[in-house]
């Protein structure tokens, strides 16, 4: 029994640091009604910034603490001011879109300042374990335990007892109240950045210690993290956040003892998920809440689609059609091969996140179904390449849309957060499920790409194929926004409660947009499995959702020529001036949040 | 009240309760058919909730809402449409993005045919199938509802028809209340629930709107109307519903309820200069 209580010391340490992420996390949504997807990145520059402090300047402790909380305060503050203040009167989906963004640039920064290679981040206390009741516990837990606590009462305090924290819980009631009052919503924000943001450093730094390791894909997993931990206890909701921090602790650290390490992120989303779908407003709301005002501002940005006539379509079709006929290389070719491929992702993307408004950021679950269903059946059966290529875009549309249903009744930022959770557990189960998908190891040997029995491996014939390929999914995905469904999901995603008020049911609809965008993004990974001939879990991977997600706002959302347009801006402008691929995110990212604060319509407008 | 045929919808004892809040309070109302039916009452008085209790976007805590004689409390809104119950918004909720046409084809949803076979289980793929191919019934139908779309707008002159392609969002306020009737009107409703439809309305636009809803009640459509400019509800009402506090104060004709003491203390007291305000303001 000892070791039950060393997984519950375990799960309690790390629900502490979970919670340092999740109040920061809490205090943002409460002001400003915002899921800051930059917190893990916060979080990221606190452990490096911890790693100068501990390792090339020699800090004792307390200082290292206060140096961390200081800098990344600072980042906070540079993030509110420069990439959140500017935004305030846009629509809806710009902030978290920004926010995205600024995660993007902040992890590459450290990338490139620091090296992708993980490093060791050394506690700087001793390493002696107390026997405690059967298990044991070190400084360092003590340490976390105590940040944790009087981090907590500060906050309370703070909250309780200053005028500045009035300040903050009246913004984060009534918004509009508290500026009518004369309270400073600027100043309150400024407040609370910089306290997420020291929190989450601070957070950062003892994770670093704790398990003496920092690397730079700690990022997205501390968001993940307290993301989980902030809606488990209730958006906005600090109390809530902390409860719920302990709670993924505990849940991580039980399901780590009986199933072993691999399993312990499935967990934190498997509870996400439960959550979601059983009680949205987290386990401590009330029950009954007066129903949300409606909201008459749209989520997506107004705006004219530029008109693209007919004709020029055609010759645009006709021109790349014609280009593997022409002196070009083999490499123009290559590149362009990944922009259709990345165009297929987009067209699919592009319905769901802009036709239907259901801003997806798991989007690259879809392509590993697509990919592992065309892989295995070609591979294991004998499955025709063409046929195992449909067949993976038939298991993308069906499983999909089973697994993002549950996000269905869901709104708005939450949509954001399933999908990012449901694209996390696809990656997880292709990991966990060696006897089908062969974990780690991935799948290789796949097939060539071949059509009727011949084998595509000449590179102009398979740019024919994916070119063909995805201009016939344009057209039908054209054909389908001139009809009634179109209308329909455009509707929806305008204002779902009138939309259902005259008949249309979200959940049927939803659907429909899941297998029909599920479809494409399968068929494109069938198509990448066959190119790549081996895939594993990592080949899909959110960073991919992301661009995806760029892709389909530098069109326009909704725009199925704007999704092409897209993918070729931001496969073959990078290629073309040959700019080193560690560069390329932080480029996707600058591109993201140019778009969100200049143009958040996109170059060809919304649809 | 002695109602000879059954209404066509008939509240009983309503309530909807927000914490320590109760917004509509033990509620009976009964309209008839072709009746109008106006709820009025100072601002925050329930009237809101009570519509979206009847159109389903809202459960009641006690209480039963019968249309046509059947039981459709807490039924969701889908199925509400589906059997011919339509709404307008109080502030006002057309599709942004969506030409005057679509937002009116949306309200035409509930009667597609052509394109929605009553199938079930594969119901939905069908539907996604037929909107592909689009084979000539649908056309038709897509057709048909076009043509009945340019009717409804020719309604309201010519408000709407000569920006029938433009997307909603850039139309003025008031168009995008006369879109949101028209997008009712598109469902053929057997009941109407109009939700302060001449809000920020200036004087003559308040008259049209006034007259058409005169015209819509002559046709036969049963209308239940809250509003806050009491010339329009006095000269349009079958009978009028006064609620404060979520409870019902007073009831009867027009003229009657305009004399009530009780709606002179709780309504017209400061609702009047409310009502003058608002005016003063449009």
Do not use: C
């Amino acid at each position: 029994m000892s070791s039950w209580l060393d997984y519950t010391i375990n799960g309690l340490i790390v629900g502490n640091v979970y919670a340092l992420v999740a109040v920061g996390l809490a205090l943002i949504f409460g002001v400003s009604r915002l899921i800051n997807f930059a917190q893990g990145s916060i979080y990221l520059v606190g452990a490096y910034i911890g790693w100068v402090a501990v390792v090339q300047l020699h800090t004792p402790l307390p200082l290292t603490i206060i140096f961390v909380a200081v800098v990344a305060a600072l980042v906070g503050l540079i993030i509110e001011r420069f990439g959140l203040r500017p935004l305030q009167n846009s629509v809806r989906i710009a902030p978290l879109l920004a926010t995205i963004g600024i995660s993007f640039v902040l992890d590459q920064l450290v990338m490139l300042t620091f090296s992708p290679n993980p490093r060791a981040l050394p506690s700087q206390l001793p390493d002696v374990r107390f026997e405690v009741g059967g298990g044991t516990i070190g400084p360092l837990d003590l340490l976390i335990a105590g940040v944790g606590i009087s981090s907590a009462l500060l906050l309370f305090v703070f909250l309780r007892y200053t005028k500045l924290g009035w300040a903050v819980r009246a913004a984060s009631q009534d918004r509009d109240a508290a500026m009518q009052m004369g309270v400073d919503v600027n100043r309150v924000n400024q407040t609370v950045f910089g306290l997420a943001a020291a929190l989450g450093g601070v957070s950062g730094l003892l994770v670093g210690m704790y398990y003496n390791q920092i690397d730079t894909a700690m990022s997205l997993q501390a968001t993940l993290k307290g993301v989980v931990a902030e809606v488990v206890g209730g958006a906005g909701n600090v109390p809530g956040a902390v409860i719920g921090s302990m709670l993924l602790g505990l849940v991580e650290s039980y399901g780590v003892a009986v199933f072993g390490t691999s399993y312990r992120n499935l967990f934190a989303f498997l509870l996400l998920i439960v959550v979601l779908v059983l009680r949205p407003n987290g386990l401590f709301a009330s029950a009954r809440q007066a129903p949300p005002e409606p909201l008459t501002g749209t989520f997506i940005a107004p705006s004219r689609p530029v008109r693209i006539p007919r004709w020029a379509l055609v010759v645009a079709v006709a021109l790349f059609a014609v280009l593997p006929l022409l002196p070009v290389s083999f490499y123009v070719l290559q590149t362009l091969i990944n922009a259709w491929l990345l165009g297929m992702l987009a067209l699919s993307l592009t319905l769901v996140a802009g036709t239907i408004g259901q801003v997806s950021l798991g989007h690259a679950a879809l392509l590993a179904i697509g990919a592992y269903t065309s892989a295995l059946l070609s591979l294991t059966l004998n499955v025709p390449v063409g046929l195992a290529i449909v067949a993976g875009g038939l298991m993308s549309a069906a499983l999909g849309t089973i697994l993002i249903s549950p996000s269905f009744r869901l709104r708005g930022h939450y949509v954001s957060i399933a999908t990012l959770a449901i694209g996390e557990i696809v990656s997880l189960v292709i990991l966990n499920w060696e006897s089908v998908t062969r974990g780690p190891i991935g799948i290789s040997g796949i097939p060539p790409l071949s059509l009727f029995g011949y084998d595509l491996v000449d590179p102009r014939t398979v740019y024919w194929f994916a070119f063909a390929v995805m201009v016939v999914l344009a057209l039908v995905q054209g054909r389908l926004l001139g009809s009634h469904l179109g209308r329909s999901f455009r509707a929806i995603r305008d204002d779902d409660i009138a939309a259902r008020a005259y008949g249309l049911s979200l959940n049927r609809y939803k659907s429909l947009a899941f297998i029909f965008g599920g479809f494409a993004a399968g068929v494109s990974g069938g198509i990448a499995a066959h190119l790549y001939s081996y895939i594993n879990h990592e080949t899909f991977n959110t960073q991919q959702s992301i661009l995806a997600l760029t892709v389909v706002i530098l069109g326009g959302l909704g725009n199925v020529v704007g999704a092409i347009v897209g993918a070729v801006a931001l496969v073959g402008i990078p290629e073309m001036f040959r700019i080193a691929a560690e560069y390329r995110i932080l480029i996707y990212g600058i591109v993201l949040l140019l778009l969100v604060r200049f143009r958040p319509q996109g170059l060809l407008g919304t649809i | 009240m002695a109602e000879t045929i059954a209404p066509l919808l008939s509240l009983r004892g309503l309530t909807r309760r927000f914490g320590g809040l109760t917004a509509v309070d033990g509620i009976d109302l009964d309209l008839a058919k072709g009746g109008l039916v106006s709820i009025i009452g100072p601002n925050g008085a329930g009237k809101t909730t009570l519509f979206n209790l009847v159109t389903g976007l809202d459960r009641p805590d006690a209480g039963e809402v019968r249309f046509e004689e059947r039981d459709i409390t807490g039924h969701s809104p889908e199925r509400l449409a589906a059997q011919g119950i339509a709404r307008t918004f109080q502030l006002g909720r057309v599709f942004g993005n969506l030409s005057v046409m679509d937002n009116v084809l949306i309200g035409a949803h509930t009667r597609l045919r052509a394109v929605k076979p009553a199938v079930p289980v594969i119901g939905p793929l069908l539907e996604l199938g037929l909107a592909l191919l689009r084979p000539a019934s649908v056309k038709a139908e897509e057709e048909r509802l076009r043509e009945e779309v340019k009717v409804i707008l020719a309604r309201f002159g010519e408000r709407l028809l000569p920006r029938i392609d433009q997307p909603a969002y850039s139309l003025s306020y008031a168009n995008r209340r006369r879109v949101e009737i028209a997008r009712a009107l598109a469902l053929k409703p057997r009941l109407l629930l109009l939700d302060e439809p001449t809000a920020g309305m200036n004087p003559s636009e308040t008259a049209e709107m006034q007259a058409l809803v005169a015209e819509l009640k002559a046709e036969g459509l049963t209308i239940l109307l809250i509003e806050h400019k009491l010339e329009m509800v006095m000269r349009l009402s079958d009978r009028v519903i006064v609620m404060d506090e979520g409870k019902k104060i007073a009831e009867g004709p027009g003229e009657q309820v305009r004399n009530d003491s009780k709606v002179i203390e709780a309504y017209l007291g400061h609702g009047l200069s409310g009502t003058a305000e608002q005016e003063s303001a449009a």
